[in-house]
């Protein structure tokens, strides 16, 4: 038994380690830039701040502040990793795709680059979805309820994960039309399948956006719609790809009325 999937241990722990060896690297390439990345991801947080100054007449100017001895570095490190996997997102999508090729027949196996570059691309997609139309409208909403009363100091070490964790997980929303076409092209999912499946996917993508974004309706709304939307879309491909065969709905019905 261990001698049977020995060889994919052995692949996998290559694959790994080509992923990670690239994720340290670009670790690094990232650090030497972290301050106007964090420059970056600030930015819809200055905003915020700046709108509730407008606002809020009587009330001090909020402020961006660390409450840790070393915030600063450990912010650094967080900023970097989370702009490392970006960088490295092509090789470890690559490293994926090489891992499971050998089960795969010919003709699947030169799909690699579609599956690079699309993956890429609609990761990139949804982070820039999560920058410039969810955070602004989020930020702006939680900031500034209440700023009447209280002055916004906001902790850059909670920002930033609380940030990264949205941009992540818009980002791996995004990615649902590119599996969707690769789980058909393999034959795992029909659109019959996934038609069958939508009620449920509303559900899940509600309770996925309450988790993934601000405690706030708009937010979660604002992830909840582009999932369903891209569900949709995801259908469509899958019927493009691998269309639910007819003799699956003969077979249903035969069933069917054998039973009564």
Known sequence: MFEEIRPHLVELRK??????????????????????????????????????????????????????????????????????????????????????????????????????????????????????????????????????????????EDYVGFFTKILFGFGLAFELPVFAYFLALLGLVDDKQMMAFFKYAIVIIFIVAALLTPPDVLTQLLMAGPLIILYGFSILIVKLVNPAQPEDDDEEKLEQSSEQ
């Open 15 to 156: 694959r790994l380690g080509i992923a990670v060896a690239s994720l340290i690297v670009m670790f690094f390439v990232m650090f030497y830039f972290h301050e106007p990345i964090l420059d970056w991801m600030v930015t819809p947080l200055n905003d915020a701040l700046i709108e509730v100054g407008k606002k809020s007449v009587h009330a001090a100017d909020g402020m961006v502040t660390t409450s840790q001895v070393g915030g600063a570095f450990f912010v650094a490190l967080k900023v970097s990793f989370f702009a490392a996997i970006l960088g490295a997102l092509p090789l470890i999508l690559s490293q994926i795709w090489l891992f499971i090729a050998p089960g795969l027949y010919s003709h699947e196996k030169k799909m690699i680059i579609p599956f690079i570059f699309g993956g890429t691309i609609m990761f990139l997609v949804g982070v820039l979805f999560a920058y410039y139309i969810v955070t602004p409208f989020g930020f702006d909403f939680l900031i500034t309820f209440g700023s009447f009363k209280f002055t916004p100091l906001i902790n850059i």
